[in-house]
């Protein structure tokens, strides 16, 4: 079995890009070999890959639910927490306003930092290892990563720059 080889082809538009992930599929490279870093938002769709899975949605309502439910105890339990509960004019033990308000800001200010901790968890970050990076990304131009073996180095240049790559050239991993 050949070493591997970690080069990166640098594009300065998208359809040059995505088809140069289409010929990388074809040329046997695996989707979790490759790596698009790009200094714009680009979604899989635009560049034909899957949809990415993500906890954040489940961790989200997680959080949703727990705010709800620290809200809960805190308009229902309060009250019953004294001997004999206070009665306040003719109002309700439990008044329906002010606890809809409580229960709505609980559960709101409990699913932000849930979303939060979860974009954070998700992300990897903070990650103190050496990042693959190119310069040229900063100046709008799309990077693509990609794993391949070390004897066919030259066939996947030739390859990338047929498709528009302004370089290709081997990856080095550096500190940030």
Known sequence: MA?????LA???DLEPAADAMDRLRALGVPED???????IPLNEAMLGRKQQHSNVPKIALGGAVLGFLVGS?????????YPVPIQV???????????????FELTMLIMLLS???GVFLDSYFPSY???????DVSDGKIAIFFACPEDQKDKFSQAMTALGAEK???AEAKPL
């Open 129 to 135: 290892r050496p990042k693959q990076y190119v310069a």
């Open 33 to 39: 070999h490759l790596n698009v870093i790009s200094g």
């Open 168 to 170: 290709v050239e081997v």
């Open 115 to 117: 979303t939060f901790l």
């Open 89 to 103: 004019g003719r109002q309700p033990i439990i008044p329906g306003p002010p606890s809809f308000i409580v229960l």
């Open 10 to 12: 640098v594009f300065s």
């Open 3 to 7: 070493e591997t080889l970690s080069l």
């Open 73 to 81: 105890a805190l308009v229902f339990g309060t009250p019953y927490n």
